[in-house]
C-alpha cells in the first residue's frame, strides 16, 4: 500500500527567505508525485508532477521539487518566498491509474513580512 | 476557459435531510473525481466517473453516499439523512482523460455543515 508522510503540519518563513516543505512516500510501485496547493476558500492547484522522467520538476510561481528514490522524498523548495505563497500545500503520490491518490495531511505555509 | 464549477459553495442542512451537491468538469474533460476534506481526516477520495460509470466507489463511506454522472459532464454528489460527521468540503476534480496518474483540476468545492 502506499503513503505519504508531510513532516511538518506548519512551517513558517520570513519574506525572501528559500522554502522547504518536505514530502516522504511509501510505495511498491514507481509512482507519479503531485504538489498541489490550497489557498483559503479556493480549490487545489497543482504546483507540479514528477512521472518518472527528470528528477529535477520545475512548477509554477519559482517552485521544484526533486523526486529522490533512495531516499523516499520529494520535498518542495524556492529560493525565495513571497507573501502570496502563505497557503496549505498537499504531497500526493499516484501508484497507477487505477488506483486512488493518496494525499498527505499538508503543510501550512506561513510567510511573515 | 472555464475551470471546474461546484455548486452551492456553501450548504447549511439539519441533520437527518438529504442533500445534492453539483459539479461541472472542465468541458471535454472525461474523468470526474470527487473527494472530501474534513479536519483531521485530511482528502479523502470518494469515487471516480470516466464517461457517466463509476470504476472505483472504493471511497463512498456509506450507503447514504451516491453518485451519478449524466452526458459525460455534470455530476451530482447526494448525501441522504445527512449526518453530523457529514459536516466536510467536497471537492471535485475532472481530468481530461482517465486514470489517477493524470493531473486533475479541482473545483473551489462546497462546504457542508450538518446542524
Known amino acids: 500500500a502506499q503513503s505519504v508522510t508531510q513532516l511538518d503540519s506548519h512551517v513558517s518563513v520570513s519574506e525572501g527567505t528559500p522554502v522547504l516543505l518536505r514530502c516522504n512516500y511509501s510505495s511498491s510501485y514507481s509512482p507519479s508525485l503531485f504538489w498541489y496547493v490550497q489557498h483559503p476558500n479556493k480549490g487545489l492547484q497543482l504546483l507540479l508532477k514528477y512521472t518518472s522522467a527528470a528528477t529535477l520538476v520545475k512548477g509554477i510561481n519559482g517552485f521544484e521539487a526533486e523526486f529522490k528514490k533512495s531516499e523516499t522524498s520529494f520535498h518542495l523548495t524556492k529560493p525565495s518566498a513571497h507573501m502570496s505563497d502563505a497557503a496549505e500545500y498537499f504531497c500526493?503520490?499516484?501508484?497507477?491509474?487505477?488506483?486512488?491518490?493518496?494525499f498527505g495531511k499538508g503543510t501550512r505555509l506561513s510567510v511573515i513580512a | 476557459g472555464a475551470g471546474v464549477s461546484q455548486s452551492p459553495s456553501n450548504k447549511v442542512t439539519e441533520k437527518g435531510k438529504d442533500v445534492e451537491l453539483r459539479c461541472d468538469p472542465i468541458?471535454?474533460?472525461?474523468?470526474l473525481y470527487w473527494y472530501r476534506q474534513s479536519l483531521g481526516q485530511g482528502l479523502e477520495f470518494l469515487i471516480y466517473?470516466?464517461?457517466?460509470?463509476?470504476?472505483?466507489k472504493s471511497g463512498l463511506p456509506s450507503d447514504r453516499f451516491s453518485a451519478e454522472r449524466t452526458g459525460g459532464s455534470v455530476s451530482t454528489l447526494t448525501i441522504q439523512r445527512t449526518q453530523q460527521e457529514d459536516s466536510a468540503v467536497y471537492l471535485c476534480?475532472?481530468?481530461?482523460?482517465?486514470?489517477?496518474?493524470?493531473?486533475?483540476?479541482f473545483g473551489p468545492g462546497t462546504r457542508l455543515l450538518v446542524l
Open positions: 476534480a475532472s481530468s481530461q482523460t482517465g486514470g489517477f496518474e493524470k493531473t486533475q483540476y
Open positions: 500526493v503520490v499516484s501508484v497507477s491509474g487505477n488506483t486512488p491518490l493518496v
Open positions: 468541458s471535454g474533460h472525461t474523468a
Open positions: 466517473f470516466q464517461g457517466n460509470s463509476a470504476p472505483d
